[in-house]
């Protein structure tokens, strides 16, 4: 019989004691996405510009 549970938010099998990341990898591609939309702005035209 196996023990295991499973992340409710992700869906993943984990050993018993073990934590799910799935939340610190969202978190982790949140702060990049915010990140890049500090540097890329998008004009009307949908050209992309750097702002440096």
Known sequence: MAYYHICPKCGAH???GEK???R???EKFRKQEEEIRKVIRTERSGQ???VL
């Open 14 to 16: 984990l050993d018993p």
């Open 20 to 22: 799910c990341d799935c």
């Open 24 to 26: 610190e990898k969202e």
């Open 48 to 50: 992309m510009v750097l």
